[in-house]
């Protein structure tokens, strides 16, 4: 299987050659363009259990598998967001992945769904991240460009800097803006990891943008009756 990403790290896209016989399976809706003799098949991975735990991560409940019937079937994906596309080559290792960063993945590679507990409540970024384990290929996408960074000892990011990291590395979600910003604006908060391993930020932050928006939202003039 030869891939290519494109674009970087503005408007990524992936195109993947598959051999007859070779599959890739994909987030919902990711697909820009194919070759007309790829098989497509739409379930709910990890059954209906498997498909509402995704949904709870922010991820849709199916996902797409595409098999080549010939030799050299092409196949185009695109991430919802303007942004950046990661490989990343799992080699018996395992990492976890925000909601809505997941994009593709070789069949080899376990997707399943990891509960992050109170600290995703109050990070803003959600109750679960998946976790993708085992010897494959995966492929993540961001908001903005990813940058990677290689921890040794402590980092602190912003939560919604954060795509992927690996499983060996722990972590803390804390407050640095005092309790309002923690119960009323989600602003203020900082996730401290700590250990050996990766992570993988995204220089945009999506939460960010709808604040820079906020004050341009168009309003309605109210009708006050007499």
Request: hydrophobic share 40%.
């Amino acid at each position: 299987m030869d891939h290519k990403i494109h674009s970087k790290p503005d408007f990524a896209y992936l195109s993947v050659l598959l051999e007859e016989g070779e599959q890739l399976i994909t987030e919902s809706g990711a697909m820009m363009g194919m070759s007309s003799d790829l098989g497509v098949e739409t379930n709910m991975h990890g059954g209906l259990g498997g498909a509402l735990k995704r949904a709870l991560s922010g991820e849709s409940l199916f996902m797409n598998t595409y098999t080549a019937k010939r030799p050299d079937q092409r196949l185009d994906l695109a991430p919802a967001s303007p942004g950046d596309i990661e490989h990343l080559h799992l080699s018996q290792t395992s990492v976890r992945v925000q909601s809505g960063s997941y994009m593709a993945s070789t069949k080899e590679v376990k997707v399943d769904t990891r509960w992050q507990g109170a600290q995703g409540f109050f990070a803003g970024e959600g109750l679960f991240m998946l976790q993708c384990s085992g010897t494959g290929d995966l492929w993540i996408s961001s908001y903005g460009a990813i940058h990677a960074v290689d921890i040794r000892g402590s980092y602190v990011v912003d939560t919604g800097h954060i795509v992927a990291f690996e499983e060996s590395l722990d972590f803390n979600v804390k407050s640095v803006g005092g309790i309002k910003s923690l119960l009323f604006s989600g602003e203020g908060l900082v996730c401290e990891f700590t250990g050996r391993g990766r992570l993988w930020l995204q220089t945009r932050c999506s939460l960010s943008l709808v604040s820079f928006l906020h004050p341009f939202r168009a309003i309605q003039p109210q009708n006050h009756a007499n």
